[in-house]
C-alpha cells in the first residue's frame, strides 16, 4: 500500500509566483482586484458563494447609494471598460444598488480577462497554508495557500494560490440584536419574524410589512432607508406601524449635518427628523434589548430602559443594527487584529468610529492592511471589522496597492492618493449601527 505524501508544499518564489491569487467576493471591491491583476498581468480566479456576482449588492439593489456615480467607479476597472467603448454613467448621479450593478458591475464582470476567472455558486469555507495549520512557522511564506471551496452541488476540495484577497464583505453577517453583542436569548423562536437590513418595503417585501407593527432596531442609514419606506407604506397600506428601536439616548448616527458631501445622506437624516416630529415613526431610545420571546400572535423585546425592565411588541422585527466580520473561515490564518473594532491592527486607528466619519479616513493600502500571514489581505467593508464608515472609493485604493505590492511594484502601492466627499458625522459613538451605502 502506498502512503499519501502529506509534507506541506514548499515552492521557490518564483515557482509561487505562477500559481493564481484567489479573491474572495465577487462584489464590485473583488472585481475591482481582478480589474488591477488583469492590468499587472498576474493570474488569478474569483470565489462567488452566491449564484450570481454581487449576490449581496443585488439585495439591497433597490436602495439608493450616497455616492454619486464619479466616486463609485474603480479607475482602472473604468480603463478597461472605456477600452470596449463603455461610459461613466451621470457623473453627479446616485444610482440604485441595482443601477450599480447593472450599469457597472455586471459589464467589468462580463470583460473577456475576468469572466473565465469567475466562479459563481462556489463559497469559500476555510483558507489556510498547504498541509499547514497556524501554528507550524517553517517555510510559511514559501508555502502556497489552499482555500477550500465547496460547490454548488456539496463538492469540497482545496484550490492552490500564490496570495489570497479576501473581498467578501459584511452583509451576510448581521450583528446581533442583543445588545450584549452575543446572540439574542430566545432568538430561534422568533426567527420567522426578523428580516435582514434593507428589506425591500415597498416592493419584493412589501406583503411582509403591510397591516403589520413593524420595528425597526438599529441606529444607521441603513435603519433610517427602512423607516422612511416604511412611513410612506404606512401611508398606503392601513394598520401599518413604524417604531425605531435604540439603545443610545438618540441616533447620532444619522443625524443630518450641513457639511456632507454627499446630499442624500445629509437629507435622510432630515427626513427622518421630521417623521420622528411627526409621529409618523415611534422612537424607543434607551432600550437595550436582552431577550425576546414569541406571544400567541407577535414578537416581545424584553429589555432594560432607564434602570428598569421593560417589553415592546411588534409583528416584525427589522435587524439594521450593522455587521461584523465573518472570521471562522480564517481559522488558521495568522491575522492580526485589532481588539475593538476587528478591523486589522494598523488600519483600525484610521477608521475607528468614535473619532472619524467616512471622509476623514485617511488614504491607506497594502501596510496598513498587512497581516503576520504574508500574501493574505482582508479589503472591502470586511477590513473595516464592525466600523461603519466604509466607502467603495476607499476600497479600490486598497485593492490598487495590494495588487501593486504582489507585483513587486513597491514604490506604487506605498503611493496611496484618495479624494473623498466631506461627510459630516457618518458615525460616532461605539456599538452597532450599521451605515448603508457607499
Not at 518564483?14 to 480589474?35: E, K, Q
Request: charged share 25%.
Amino acid at each position: 500500500m502506498t502512503l499519501l505524501d502529506l509534507t506541506p508544499r514548499v515552492v521557490d518564489a518564483s515557482a509561487l509566483s505562477t500559481l493564481p491569487v484567489a479573491i474572495i467576493g465577487a462584489g464590485p471591491i473583488g472585481l475591482a482586484a481582478a480589474a488591477n491583476l488583469v492590468e499587472r498581468g498576474i493570474d488569478f480566479v474569483v470565489f462567488e458563494a452566491g449564484d450570481e456576482i454581487a449576490a449581496s449588492m443585488r439585495s439591497w439593489g433597490h436602495t439608493r447609494l450616497f455616492s454619486p456615480w464619479k466616486h463609485l467607479v474603480d479607475p482602472v476597472s473604468r480603463r478597461l471598460l472605456e477600452d470596449r467603448g463603455w461610459s461613466l454613467p451621470e457623473p453627479e448621479r446616485a444610482p440604485t444598488g441595482t443601477e450599480l450593478v447593472e450599469k457597472y458591475v455586471e459589464p467589468l464582470a462580463a470583460l473577456e480577462e475576468i469572466a473565465p476567472r469567475i466562479r459563481t455558486g462556489v463559497a469559500v469555507i476555510g483558507v489556510t497554508r498547504e498541509g499547514m495549520d497556524r501554528t507550524r512557522t517553517a517555510r510559511r511564506a514559501a508555502t502556497p495557500f489552499a482555500v477550500r471551496i465547496r460547490t454548488a452541488a456539496g463538492e469540497v476540495e482545496d484550490f492552490v494560490a500564490r496570495a489570497v484577497i479576501d473581498a467578501s464583505g459584511t452583509y451576510l453577517s448581521p450583528n446581533s440584536l442583543s445588545s450584549s453583542g452575543l446572540e439574542l436569548l430566545g432568538m430561534a423562536g422568533i426567527a420567522d419574524r426578523v428580516t435582514a437590513a434593507l428589506p425591500d418595503v415597498l416592493g419584493r417585501d412589501r406583503a411582509v410589512f403591510a397591516g403589520r407593527r413593524v420595528t425597526v432596531v438599529g441606529a444607521g442609514h441603513s435603519a433610517a432607508n427602512t423607516l422612511l419606506a416604511l412611513v410612506r407604506l404606512a401611508r398606503e397600506a392601513p394598520g401599518t406601524t413604524v417604531t425605531w428601536l435604540i439603545r443610545n439616548s438618540k441616533a447620532v448616527r444619522v443625524s443630518s449635518s450641513p457639511d456632507d458631501e454627499l446630499i442624500g445622506r445629509a437629507s435622510l437624516g432630515s427626513r427622518v427628523d421630521r417623521a420622528v416630529e411627526r409621529a409618523d415613526i415611534t422612537l424607543i431610545d434607551g432600550f437595550e434589548i436582552i431577550r425576546a420571546r414569541r406571544t400567541t400572535d407577535a414578537v416581545e423585546l424584553l429589555g432594560h430602559r432607564d434602570g428598569e425592565v421593560v417589553t415592546h411588541e411588534s409583528d416584525i422585527v427589522v435587524n439594521a443594527t450593522g455587521f461584523r466580520p465573518n472570521l471562522d473561515i480564517l481559522r488558521e490564518i495568522r491575522l492580526e487584529l485589532d481588539e475593538i473594532v476587528e478591523a486589522p491592527k494598523r488600519l483600525a486607528p484610521l477608521i475607528d468610529p468614535n473619532v472619524h466619519s467616512c471622509g476623514t479616513v485617511e488614504p491607506h493600502g497594502f501596510r496598513e492592511l498587512t497581516h503576520p500571514e504574508q500574501g493574505f489581505f482582508i479589503v472591502g467593508m470586511k477590513s473595516y471589522g464592525r466600523a461603519p464608515t466604509f466607502l467603495l472609493a476607499t476600497g479600490y485604493e486598497q485593492v490598487r496597492s495590494v495588487t501593486a505590492w504582489l507585483a513587486g511594484d513597491i514604490a506604487s502601492a506605498s503611493n496611496v492618493e484618495l479624494l473623498l466627499p466631506a461627510t459630516g458625522v457618518c458615525s460616532t459613538g461605539a456599538g452597532n449601527g450599521g451605515g448603508c451605502c457607499s
